[in-house]
């Protein structure tokens, strides 16, 4: 129990809360329950023992990669561009349903071996309870073609795309079909007909041709449209299970200012992280505006994760402490 309230109630992925001083608290509430249960004896001063190892472990774990990254540059647009944004965290074990609009921003040690959802801001933009199915957009993994550099766009039946030619392809996720089954609009115009809401002042989909003609006539500036290629989905469980482990932190966009600043970003407003992709169905490992990832943490209240050191040569040593971590735990788990 103490472990699990150090970890903000996930039982895996730690989400403590900002300024609470976790760790401390759940130690000290640890001793009263053994001494309200009469548990003082001549045990828990081995029960003590282990939790201060495992805090310690952790300490250790936290030391090993503190030295080894060097994100100034992202943490300085991070900050900047968290001053502006304003999110709800909806807490591990919080009882709202996960639903359309809800933003997953992944935990920095979570997803370590899946490019695509590493250190991830994901809109949720279906729920499918009949099917128990979620699908999620990711919103800050850019690429370099444009809707105009794939063939299914140039020939016939490409009219209604004239207007969006122009526009980049972001990738939304490692499972794909077809291009032109694929594409998934997020934009900024409510009176594109068939466009349903996900989040404030923010649409997905509708008639493409009106969406062309409503982009064109927009004065130049901050682009409303988004074209992504691809998405990630979960089984209900699995999200569920995902949550309570403390894979995503959630969160959801107070205004519209936020929800259009995470969600229609442009690709060279900050720095960007990765190898660049010429063309959305290629393999490699994919840019990320990470400091989109890092601003929205902040935002949310999970500076701790935000500020917890990524990039470069730190995360193969990330690599090899999870999986040492995760044998060890293992080993526990055989002996009992």
């Not at 807490?91 to 991830?120: E, F, K, N, S, Y």
């Not at 996720?173 to 032109?180: E, K, N």
């Not at 992504?228 to 966009?253: D, F, H, S, T």
Request: glycine share 10%; proline share 6%; aromatic share 6%.
């Amino acid at each position: 129990d103490a472990l699990w309230e150090a970890c903000g109630r996930s039982t895996e992925f730690a989400q403590p809360r900002e300024g609470f001083r976790s760790a401390a608290r759940a130690v000290r509430r640890h001793r009263r329950r053994a001494d309200a249960l009469g548990l003082l004896g001549s045990a828990y001063p081995e029960e003590a023992e282990e939790l201060r190892r495992r805090f310690s472990d952790a300490r250790d774990f936290l030391k090993a990669a503190a030295g080894a990254a060097d994100a100034g540059g992202a943490h300085t647009a991070a900050e900047a561009e968290a001053a502006t944004l304003s999110l709800e965290r909806l807490p591990v074990g919080d009882p709202r349903p996960v639903a359309v609009g809800d933003l997953l921003l992944t935990h920095p040690l979570a997803c370590l071996g899946q490019p695509a959802l590493d250190r991830a801001v994901i809109l949720v933009d279906e729920v499918n309870l009949q099917f128990g199915f979620v699908r999620g957009l990711v919103l800050n993994m850019p690429g370099r073609a444009t809707l105009g550099d794939v063939e299914e766009w140039s020939g016939e039946g490409s009219e209604d795309y004239v207007g969006l030619l122009h526009l980049a392809l972001w990738r939304g996720g490692d499972i794909s079909a077809a291009p032109r089954e694929n594409i998934r609009w997020l934009h900024a115009h409510s009176a594109v007909p068939g466009a349903r809401q996900l989040a404030p002042s923010v649409w997905q989909g509708g008639h493409v041709g009106e969406l062309g003609r409503s982009e064109a006539a927009v004065a130049l500036g901050r682009p409303m449209v988004r074209a992504l290629i691809g998405c990630c989905g979960w089984a209900w469980p699995q999200l569920a299970l995902e949550l309570e482990r403390g894979v995503w932190v959630r969160a959801r966009a107070r205004d519209g200012e936020t929800a259009r600043a995470l969600c229609l970003p442009t690709a060279t407003a900050g720095p960007v992280d990765g190898v660049p992709s010429a063309s959305p169905q290629q393999g490699a490992a994919p840019q990320k505006r990470v400091d989109l990832w890092r601003a929205a943490l902040v935002a949310a209240g999970a500076r701790s994760l935000a500020d917890f050191p990524r990039g470069g040569a730190v995360d193969e040593r990330l690599k090899e402490l999870v999986h040492k971590h995760g044998r060890e735990r293992m080993q526990e788990v055989s002996r009992l």
